[in-house]
T-cell receptor, first 110, second 113 residues
Framework: TQLLEQSPQFLSIQEGENLTVYCNSS?????LQWYRQEPGEGPVLLVT?????EVKKLKRLTFQFGDARKDSSLHITAAQPGDTGLYLC??????????FGTGTQLKVEL | KAGVTQTPRYLIKTRGQQVTLSCSPI?????VSWYQQTPGQGLQFLFE???????NKGNFPGRFSGRQFSNSRSEMNVSTLELGDSALYLC????????????FGPGTRLTVL
């Protein structure tokens, strides 16, 4: 069974601070996705990383896929209240099956 | 393009009853997956249907079943409801390409009393 552990589980920060969320596994994934979920809604895809060592930027969000394709990180620069939500990583290990991480609940306060 | 729609949005049932949830995928998407989300267990995969066939299955009891119709719409059924089945049930569709990227609906909030 493939598991994806995210850390931290909860994060409460002030507007303008930087933060990093980690997604770790002992399994290799062919691709890894990051989603954000807001209350009362389904998760929304932010990015997909495919190549080991790949870095993708989405405005103030920077995503990195580990060289061995077992881990990933999400870094947010100058967080804003609109970044508040549940961040989920999801790895595809083959067979068209996604494994979702345990989630990181982020709250950004004014 | 319209997004994934799920009906109903909220549902209250009692133990022992059964329930059917419905999902309409994005037009052209042939893959539909179902997930259960709870505060304690997170997002857990139930099953995936592709072209009316169950392609993948998670580790849930047989009380959880699903099906997909020729127009790709999908239904999920839970029989003999238990209190622990209270959760947000999410449906997601995918084109089957692009690394299985999932497009989620808003979910159905099921409460079992």
């Amino acid at each position: 069974t493939q598991l994806l552990e995210q850390s931290p589980q909860f994060l409460s920060i002030q507007e303008g601070e930087n933060l990093t969320v980690y997604c770790n596994s002992s399994s290799v994934f062919s691709s890894l996705q990051w989603y954000r979920q807001e209350p009362g809604e389904g998760p929304v895809l932010l990015v997909t990383v495919v190549t080991g060592g790949e870095v993708k930027k989405l405005k103030r969000l920077t995503f990195q896929f580990g060289d061995a394709r077992k881990d990933s990180s999400l870094h947010i620069t100058a967080a804003q209240p609109g970044d508040t939500g549940l961040y989920l990583c999801a790895g595809e290990g083959g067979g068209n099956k996604l494994t979702f991480g345990t989630g990181t609940q982020l709250k950004v306060e004014l | 393009k319209a997004g994934v729609t799920q009906t109903p949005r909220y549902l209250i049932k009692t133990r022992g009853q059964q329930v059917t949830l419905s999902c309409s995928p994005i037009s052209g998407h042939r893959s539909v997956s179902w997930y259960q989300q709870t505060p304690g267990q997170g997002l857990q995969f139930l099953f995936e249907y592709f072209s009316e066939t169950q392609r993948n299955k998670g580790n849930f009891p047989g009380r959880f079943s699903g099906r997909q119709f020729s127009n790709s719409r999908s239904e999920m059924n839970v029989s003999t409801l238990e209190l622990g089945d209270s959760a947000l049930y999410l449906c997601a569709s995918s084109s089957g390409q692009n690394y299985n990227e999932q497009f989620f609906g808003p979910g159905t909030r099921l409460t079992v009393l």
